[in-house]
């Protein structure tokens, strides 16, 4: 079947679904978007409300649909499951999404899919690992939203300790997108200046460990306030999409499936890639100093615990 790049679906149309449907409406990345949930009276309601506001966007084509209407999709992205609770870690939802992404990808290999398959389901790298072996797609064609969203929280905390835009800010968050993840210090600057003489002439002390808890816990404290995060990881979604549909070759810490970067094997973890129409264009193996590596080794570990763990069946496609 012929893959149509500027066609797109989402499955899962709660919260974090409907939230990046919007951000693609704004965008007009696509010329058509098909919505798929388990009730499909949500589905078909999103599509109407998205739809309502088509006079002030960008020409597109929204519609509530079925596994057989998103086959020729170019990026399918796939938000369904269960929502982190207050007091839940990512990794408490493995029981619950498992079941569910294993259904998912069975629904859509037994399409002749060509397209790409973004993972934004929590937790992030462990799904997406799951969507890899199961599906039998390249690694190319199944990435996660990884730590896109905990990168840009990383970015804009930095730009607002140190009074200058976060878009002036670059550093990356890598590792699990979770409790273990880590900010590679060692290479972050402020459009090429170093961050600790960057923060030294503007005389604004850099509260490195205050800033990483306040990222790798915001999570928690949206949902604490308000129940669910959605807007943020949308943007992050609309980033990577956009990288994909007009193949920048941009630089974003997605979750991938590692084939010996870093000495690790068969296990995903959001690492700095590039990303352009193929989806994972390349893998980058940035320098690290000692502590960042042991970091990342360790964050490794955790993940390569849980999938180990994991109840798969047998991979449904070859590779």
Not at 275 to 291: A, F, K, M, N, T
Request: charged share 25%; hydrophobic share 40%.
């Amino acid at each position: 079947m012929i893959t149509d790049p500027r066609k797109a679906a989402i499955i899962g149309c709660g919260f974090v679904g409907a939230s990046i449907a919007f951000r693609f409406l704004q965008q007009g990345l696509f010329t058509k978007l098909v919505l798929l949930d388990m009730n499909r009276e949500k589905a078909e309601g999103e599509a109407i409300d998205l739809s309502d506001g088509l006079p002030y966007g960008r020409a597109m084509e929204i519609t509530a649909g079925g596994y057989d209407d998103i086959a020729d999709c170019g990026l399918v992205v796939i938000t369904a499951g269960a929502n982190q609770k207050p007091g839940e870690t990512r990794l408490d939802l493995i029981g619950k999404n498992i079941f569910i992404m294993e259904s998912i990808i069975r629904e859509i290999t037994a399409r002749d899919f060509g397209g790409i398959l973004l993972v934004v389901s929590n937790p992030v790298d462990v799904l997406t690992h799951t969507a890899w072996r199961l599906s039998g797609y390249p690694r190319e064609r199944v990435i996660g939203s990884g730590t896109v969203l905990d990168t840009g929280r990383l970015k804009q905390l930095l730009g607002e300790e140190l009074g200058v835009d976060s878009r002036n800010v670059h550093a990356f968050i890598i590792g699990e997108h979770g409790d273990s993840e880590l900010a590679v210090w060692s290479e972050a600057n402020i459009s090429g200046l170093d961050l600790e003489d960057f923060s030294r002439l503007r005389e604004r002390p850099l509260r490195k460990e205050n800033v990483y808890r306040q990222v790798r816990d915001s999570a928690y404290e949206i949902i604490r306030r308000k129940g669910a995060t959605y807007y943020g990881i949308a943007m992050a979604v609309g980033r990577i999409a956009e990288c994909i549909v007009k193949d920048e070759r941009s630089v974003l810490p997605i979750s991938v499936v590692l084939d010996g970067q870093y000495g690790l094997h068969d296990i995903a973890l959001s690492i700095p890639s590039i990303v352009g129409r193929s989806g994972l264009e390349e893998i980058l193996e940035i320098s690290l100093d000692h502590v960042e590596t042991q970091a990342l080794y360790t964050s490794a570990r955790q993940m390569e615990n849980v999938i180990r763990s994991l109840p798969l069946r047998e991979p449904v496609g070859a590779r």
